[in-house]
């Protein structure tokens, strides 16, 4: 109980409080009571971020006691801060709107945290691959108190031409660019001062919060922008029905929350917070909206690698659609670039400058990585997906209504183009279209565009736009009904219900999950206890992919190496892999072979740990093996070396 | 302001006086159910990450696996077994050398200690008294 009111306390510190106070003391004026709560964690994420990262290089090192002189000292600083402004916030979002909406707002968001809650019973468990890996480092960061340099020692075959027969030998090490600061420095801090392990429900609830506040975001864009058209409050709370309760787990859904698919999540939430800051900055002419939408890029990029991809091109799409198609595109451009003229907006580019070019460049920013992701695509998996399949991962339903909403605005835009009162209605359609239309164009024809990247990952992408427009949608078709007859009002309301349900509901049945493999994860998270208990400096530990469950968080309870222990992986991949090493698999499979004896030999192996069932039986021989732990599943072997 | 049928999301400005939903209760709720649920999560992953709640499984260890030990600890994390009988081999499995049982609570355990697992190539053999197949082995 203590744990949980301290996770909860300490999650607030870090994911709530900072953001909540600076969005009050800078722009409350503009935004009501509901947006800066749905904002503050998107700011606080990037406060938090920021001070994590910047701290070590200013010679603190992330310890509680740091952490905490630090956040309190920021926290009570922004309090007294507020507290002299006396602050006051705009209207309420939903003023003008009848208790009904409220209420069915209510019913709506109840409803998608039962389906969420009821989902994560299943996979609350710490078992998924990626989350494994993504806690080795940020349980690292806790342990060294630093930034850390994400590389991992490398294993290569001493003939790779002869891969399958050759020893393996350590040859070095290699950076990861895959992994980027800004996935892992939140669980580190929440861990370090609430004294929750990693190695818990904490990573998975910190990402359930993200992804809540995602779709609260979704509804409070939508909102604002369509906030002077009638339909614009529908088109909200039809985005919390389709996002939240139907599609729930699947796509960039729960399942990422539960598979650990960190980046995806952090940056989905980014970049919808900054759409919205550059919205109100664009429209409302703000310099500090525009300076958190700068803020949350430039945090972007520190933390997702394929999300700041992607939101380049949103952005590149929308600046160029406003250029093409609003008619006063001089005077809108003169605003924009006036939003840039603030002293806050200048030293922050400055400070940003120099930290990126002389302390700290994302791992992932480098000629190699940058000319691999730009190009014509030449990979068969990057050369783009039929529609069909991207309308598969959008969901059918959808994606057609987001066609059906892009014409649908297509028809309001023509109306409000040139009048003054719709300037604001109209900047929004071109942000919804484009962000559509590109996404849209990147999965189905990448060559165009010059992206070289897998197209499945970019279409996980196409869910929050195919949202926006499909709500737009249904929430117009509703309004144009309104002259048909009562029941048929109703009937068609029913027959839209009905044409979303029927592919959502099912498609949420199936996405969900088998009891969890806790028993089998847990003897897992004891073999590894024991052995990082146990192995020495000069030996590495070698374990199965295969069989084990929850394997990769093994590392996390012997944080010497990312590749520590080292893993016979799956076997397909020293198939597809011909210059792969085969010593992990020669070393479980065929233990007694001369291969083997010597793969030990160079790589120091000690303890070994396999599926009892199914590779017990190759460490029988005494002479070379002893075996020194055993439970339900795993066993672990230690190899003799005199 | 007269309300049509159609119009019901709207409402009279002198009715959002009496509003009771405004954006701050509205937070409050939000919040209060999100914590719910992560309450709810939160102890399910502990009840799941309990080696005993729900769970029928026992491990057996070298207290010491890189020297030389008479020691071996063993955790009793099983629904219905709390005796555990043990035998010590000879290299290979050739003769039994000693028999022997241990108690262990469930939740607890016990350390086995005996100068015969200092023998390089001794062989101990557990499982749990009423169930003869359920074997774990450790060897030298």
Redesign the interface.
Same mark, same amino acid.
């Given at each position: 109980m203590i744990?949980?009111i301290l996770?909860?306390l300490v999650s607030a510190f870090f994911l709530v409080v900072p953001g909540f106070l600076t969005v009050t003391l800078l722009l409350a004026r503009r935004l009501?009571?509901?947006e800066v709560?749905v904002a503050s964690v998107p700011v606080s994420f990037v406060i938090t971020t920021t001070i994590l990262l910047v701290m070590p290089y200013a010679g603190l090192t992330l310890t509680a006691l740091n952490v905490s002189i630090i956040f309190g000292f920021l926290t009570l600083t922004l309090l007294t801060l507020c507290w002299r402004k006396r602050v006051t916030?705009a209207a309420? $979002?939903?003023?003008?709107? %009848?208790?009904?909406? =409220?209420?069915l707002?209510?019913v709506l968001?109840?409803a998608m945290?039962i389906a969420?809650?009821f989902y994560?019973?299943n996979t609350?468990?710490?078992t998924a691959t990626d989350l494994g890996h993504h806690m080795y480092w940020s349980q690292w960061i806790i342990q060294e108190g630093r930034i850390p340099l994400y590389e991992k020692t490398i294993v290569d075959p001493l003939d790779p031409e002869q891969a399958a027969t050759s020893p393996a030998a350590f040859v070095g090490v290699e950076r990861i660019p895959d992994f980027i600061i800004g996935e892992h420095l939140i669980f580190s801090a929440v861990s370090l001062l609430s004294g929750v392990s990693v190695v %818990? %429900?904490m990573p998975? $609830?910190l990402l359930?919060?993200v992804q809540?506040v995602t779709i609260?975001l979704v509804f409070v864009s939508l909102f604002r922008f369509f906030k002077r058209e %009638?339909w614009g409050?529908?088109a909200a709370l039809w985005s919390i029905f389709l996002l939240g309760v139907l599609w729930s787990f699947s796509g960039a859904q729960a399942k990422f929350v539960s598979g650990g698919v960190v980046g995806n999540i952090f940056g989905n939430m980014l970049i919808l917070s900054s759409i919205y800051f550059f919205f109100i900055a664009l429209t409302e002419q703000s310099k500090r909206a525009f300076f958190f939408g700068l803020w949350s890029n430039v945090v972007l990029v520190y933390t997702h690698h394929l999300s700041t991809f992607i939101f380049a091109y949103v952005l590149l799409a929308f600046i160029l659609s406003l250029l093409i198609f609003v008619p006063a595109r001089m005077h809108l451009l003169r605003r924009a670039l006036a939003l840039f003229w603030a002293p806050y907006t200048l030293l922050f580019f400055i400070g940003l400058g120099l930290f990126f070019f002389f302390v700290h460049i994302p791992s992932y920013i480098n000629p190699e990585a940058i000319s691999s992701s730009v190009g014509t695509p030449t990979k068969s998996t990057r050369t783009g997906l039929p529609l069909a399949q991207l309308m598969e991962m959008a969901a059918n339903a959808r994606y057609l209504l987001a066609i059906a909403g892009m014409l649908a605005l297509m028809s309001v835009a023509k109306k409000v183009r040139t009048s003054a009162q719709g300037q604001n209605t109209f900047i929004a359609i071109v942000l919804c279209i484009s962000w559509f239309a590109v996404i849209t164009l990147m999965v189905l024809y990448p060559q165009y565009l010059q992206v070289n990247i897998l197209s499945t990952r970019v279409a996980t992408y196409i869910a929050y736009p195919a949202v926006f427009l499909s709500s737009i949608a249904l929430a117009l078709l509703l309004l144009r009904a =309104?002259t048909l007859p =009562?029941y048929l009002?109703i009937g068609l309301g029913m027959v839209l219900f009905f044409f979303v349900a029927v592919e959502g509901i099912p498609n949420n049945i199936a996405s969900l999950r088998d009891a969890?493999a806790?028993?089998e994860a847990? #003897?897992t998270f !004891?073999t590894a206890r024991?052995i990082g208990a !146990?192995l020495?400096q000069d030996q590495w530990a070698l374990k199965d992919h295969n069989y084990i469950t929850a394997d990769t968080w093994m590392k996390i309870f012997m944080p010497r190496d990312y590749s520590n222990p080292l893993s016979r992986a799956f076997f397909a991949r020293y198939e597809s892999q011909p210059r792969r090493e085969n010593c992990t698999r020669e070393m479980i499979t065929n233990p007694h072979t001369e291969l083997a004896k010597v793969c030990f030999d160079n790589l120091s192996i000690g303890?070994i740990a396999v599926d009892t069932k199914e590779d017990g039986v190759s460490f029988s021989d #005494?002479a070379k093996f002893?075996?020194?732990?055993?439970?339900?599943?795993v066993s672990?072997f230690?190899r003799k070396t005199k | 302001m007269k309300i049509t049928r159609f119009q019901y999301f709207g409402v009279k400005l002198s009715d959002m006086r009496k509003e009771v939903l405004t954006d701050k209760v509205i937070v409050c709720l939000i919040t209060i159910f999100v914590i719910a649920s992560f309450a709810v999560l939160f102890a399910v992953e502990r009840v799941q990450s309990s080696p005993l709640a729900g769970k029928d499984w026992w491990s057996v260890s070298f207290v010491s696996p890189l020297e030389p030990t008479s020691e071996i600890l063993i955790e009793n994390y099983t629904t219905d077994h709390t005796t555990f009988r043990y035998e010590i081999q000879s290299e290979g499995g050739a003769r039994i050398r000693k028999e022997g049982s241990v108690n262990v609570e469930k939740g607890s355990s016990e350390v086995l200690s005996d100068e015969l697992l200092l023998d390089l190539g001794a062989t101990v053999i557990f499982y749990p008294a009423d169930n003869t197949n359920d074997l774990k082995t450790l060897w030298r």
């Open positions: 744990d949980f996770l909860i009501s009571f509901l709560a916030f309420d $979002l939903f003023y003008g709107m %009848s208790r009904f909406y =409220r209420i707002f209510f968001f109840l945290i969420k809650t994560f019973i609350i468990f710490p %818990s %429900s998975s $609830l359930y919060l809540i609260l %009638s409050p529908h =309104r =009562r009002y969890p806790a028993e847990v #003897q !004891h024991y !146990h020495p303890p #005494q002893t075996k020194v732990y055993e439970n339900n599943e672990v230690w | -």
